[in-house]
């Protein structure tokens, strides 16, 4: 599927249509919809319509009430992914969490708009910036560990596409110059970062690739860290989505 969707982020000249692909691979996901928002936008109702809505693929009401009744100041499951990072899963975080009247409120307003699962993460964005991912279904389904591997990796591989496309006047450039821009930065990686980034896309921690690879954590973890550094990535999931985009690794 991250093939597929990688060949079709080639052939795209602007951001909007890479955010088109990027909600057919969330279909091809099981999900309905997703959304890819710069939060420091979700608290400005005035920038909604001119650079959050193209790439708020959520009903745009719900967007907008997000945005006027300041939602990101209260919203359970954002909050959870700014503090932890992880992929988190509504229905088991509303397992989990004690929620505040507020934040119930928050959740049943949200059902009552078809977001009645989803998946959601953050990925960190340029100059500081955090951009909040949302997958979202109107019916309840189940997302395993390996459905949220993948639907991070997509939201990691469309960020970079979505990024360099916006900087690089595509309008000029032509379909695919900036996804070839990416894929042309090719680094040299060792035997040994390539294994660890390819047990990464397996979802696997730094003591489980040691224990598998005969090496201590601290060993792996510094592998990774020359892999993150070559490939200009900020973590070990975005060099090992990095690493499978330039070809480098197998997923």
Excluded at 175 to 195: C, D, H, I, M, N
Aim: hydrophobic residues 45%.
């Amino acid at each position: 599927m991250l093939d597929r969707f990688m060949g079709t982020l080639a052939g795209c000249a602007t951001p909007e249509a890479a955010f088109g692909a990027f909600i057919s691979a969330s279909h091809e996901l099981g999900f309905n919809a997703c959304s890819y928002a710069d939060l420091s936008l979700l608290a400005q109702p005035e920038l909604y319509a001119e650079r959050l809505r193209p790439t708020f693929g959520l009903p745009v009401e719900w967007g907008l009430r997000y945005a006027r009744q300041s939602y990101h100041r209260l919203d359970p499951v954002l909050l959870a992914c700014r503090a932890s990072r992880a992929p988190l899963v509504w229905s088991k975080f509303k397992d989990l969490a004690p929620l505040r009247r507020p934040q119930r409120r928050f959740m049943e307003e949200a059902w009552e708009f078809g977001l009645r699962e989803g998946l959601s993460f953050t990925i960190g964005g340029g100059q500081g910036e955090l951009i909040a991912v949302t997958y979202v279904t109107d019916e309840a389904r189940a997302v395993s560990p390996a459905d949220a591997l993948t639907a991070r990796s997509a939201a990691t591989i469309f960020h970079l596409v979505h990024d360099q496309l916006q900087q690089a006047g595509t309008e000029s450039a032509g379909p695919g110059a900036a996804f070839s821009e990416v894929t042309e930065r090719r680094p040299v990686l060792s035997v040994r970062e390539q294994q660890c980034l390819e047990w990464v896309c397996r979802g696997k921690s730094s003591w489980v690739i040691a224990e598998i690879l005969g090496l201590r954590p601290k060993t792996v973890d510094h592998y990774l860290a020359n892999a993150s550094r070559k490939l200009e990535a900020s973590s070990r999931v975005a060099a090992a989505v990095r690493a499978v985009q330039l070809g480098l690794i197998q997923p």
